[in-house]
Every structure is written in C-alpha cells, then in structure tokens.
C-alpha cells in the first residue's frame, strides 16, 4: 500500500466549561470530543493546553471502489500533538498546534520522534450562549498549515516523512449547543465544516511522501479538500462523560509532473470515521479524555483504529 494515506488526524485543542446556570445547577464539564474543534472562545487571557498521545495502526485499505482489502503486514505510527489555545479577547482566540510521530512498517522504522507539519489557527466567534450556557454557539476560523514536517530528500528513510510539504489553508464554521434532557442530563452537541482551496504547488526531490525515488525531481499540485464533523457528548455526572463522534474527510486529486513533463494523477480520496470516548474531570479545569477513532468506509484511502488520549488543561 502506499503510504501517502498515512496522514495525521486533525486533532484541536477543545475547552471545558463549568458555570452556575440561571436556575442555580452547575453546569457540566466537557473536555470536548476528539476531532471536533472548539467552537466557544476562551476568556481573554485564559490558556487551554491539551496534549495528544495516538497509536494509529493501519490495517489496509479501501480502493477507488470503497472495496476493504487488508494487508498482511499492518502500518504502525506513534503520534504526539501538543495544541494550545490562547484567548486573546472574549471572542477571539489563537491556536498552534506542534506534531511529531514516529512511523514503523515490517520492513522498518523511523529515525527515532519526526517532527510533523504545523498549525496556526484564528478562530472568531460569532454567537455566544445564553446567561444558563445553553443555546446556540456559532464561529469561524482560518488555519494556516506550515509544512515543517519532513517529506521529500528522504533517500536515506523513507519513514521519515511526516508531512506531505503542501502549505495549506483551512477556513471553517463551527456550531455548538449545550441542552438539557427533561431527566435534567446535559447533551453538548458540536458540528463543524472545512473546506480548504488548491494550495501552492510542492517541489519534489528524490524519494519522497509521494512514491517518488531517488533522483527524481517534480512538483505536486494538491486539489480542494473538506472536513464535515459532528459530535454529541452526555454528562452522567459532574465527573463523567460519554462522548460519540462521525468525521468524514475527502482530500482531492493530485496531479505529479517531473522534469521531463510526464505527468500522472494520485486518485482523490475520502474517508468515514467514528471516533466514541469517554472523558474523566478532575476539576473543572482539567480533564481526561481516551477514545478509539476508527475507519468504517472510504476510497483510495486506508482502513486505521487508532486509539488515543489527550489530557485538557485550562490555565
């Protein structure tokens, strides 16, 4: 299989919220699900920081059928994210997000932790709740991703690539609605959708995150992509909650040309995911989620469980 399916899992720092509603019950805390990002702001001056820990592992792929097929030696990548948000007012908040991963295959490994492409995110919003925190929220955002991550001039390891050199950008709108059920338990609901136009075309040398070997020289022109997400998340108590969560991503053609202008395509690929959790609150400041997000369908993309935690701390 080729491995230009890899990819990191869009993964957002997300806020708790704790209040006293209009009618004097505590609302009550969520860390947020795994993928969605947050739609409600920080306070000015407030930091949420909130590490990732992911054990993706690859056990085949879909074909430009959305056919399963497994493979007989499965991909395996540690994944570390580290986002961290910062209120700059009461409605505007700024995002970076850091990521590094390490890849192993039957054939090999990685050079040890690999540095992945980063993240910077402005996030406006444009709805807030209600004085009781129910009631509809609304934002847009921007993310800009910097290609730090290495993924061409890789004739030594091909494993090491952890990025694909596409500098991309990423506009959003978000809602959010925290309810209360008439056996007075809370449900937040959260959706999202991204669309991202054709970035820069990418300059390509040697063996790369594209299939390319040594002493290739080209570029590579990625087509639009989208993100539509949606999540729901149920307080049993002040301390837990169970979290569900679909995500569908669909990334579009791209088309290779080398130095002697031949050219050909990598198909467009999408994929359908759910990712369940549960989440664990010490306080109303720091919480712990854990869940599994896994792939149910797709096309030309691979068939991945990848497990993982984040630890949500609000400064």
């Known amino acids: 299989m080729s491995f230009r399916h890899l990819r990191y899992t869009a993964l957002l720092a997300l806020v708790p919220a704790t209040a006293l509603a209009a009618d004097g019950r505590e609302a009550p805390n969520f860390t947020g699900p795994l993928v969605t990002p947050a739609v409600n702001t920080l306070p000015a ?13 690859v056990r085949g792929a879909y074909d430009n059928d959305g056919s399963p097929h497994s493979v007989k030696h499965h991909a395996r990548q540690w994944q570390l994210a580290l986002p961290m948000i910062y209120g700059l007012g009461d409605t505007t908040a700024v995002q970076l997000t850091l990521t590094g991963a390490r890849l192993s295959t039957h054939g090999g490994h990685a050079d040890g932790l690999r540095m992945g492409d980063t993240v910077v995110r402005l996030q406006q919003r444009l709805t807030g709740p209600g004085a009781d925190g129910t009631g509809w929220v609304s934002s847009v955002s921007v993310a800009q991703r910097l290609p730090t991550g290495a993924y061409h001039h890789l004739d030594t390891n091909p494993l090491n690539g952890m990025g694909n050199g596409a500098a991309r950008t990423l506009l959003a709108y978000g809602v959010q609605k925290l309810q209360y059920l008439p056996d007075g338990q809370a449900v937040r609901w959260r959706g999202q959708f991204a669309w991202s136009p054709n970035p820069r075309h990418v300059n390509v040398h040697g063996t790369s995150a594209y299939g390319t070997g040594r002493g290739f020289r080209g570029v590579a022109r990625h087509g639009q992509a989208w993100n539509l997400s949606a999540a729901a998340e149920y307080a049993l108590d002040a301390r837990w909650v169970l979290v569900n969560e679909i995500v569908f991503n669909r990334t579009g ?14 198909r467009p690929s999408h994929d359908l995911s759910l990712a369940p959790a549960v989440e664990y609150h010490f306080n109303a400041t720091l919480g712990l989620i854990a869940g599994v997000q896994f792939s149910v369908a797709g096309r030309n993309a691979s068939r991945y469980v990848a497990p993982q935690a984040a630890l949500n701390m609000v400064l």
Do not use: C, S, T
């Open 45 to 57: 001056g407030r930091l949420n920081i909130e590490p990732y820990l992911v054990f993706a592992n």
């Open 253 to 266: 053609m791209v088309r290779m040309k080398d130095a002697a202008q031949h050219a050909w395509k990598l």
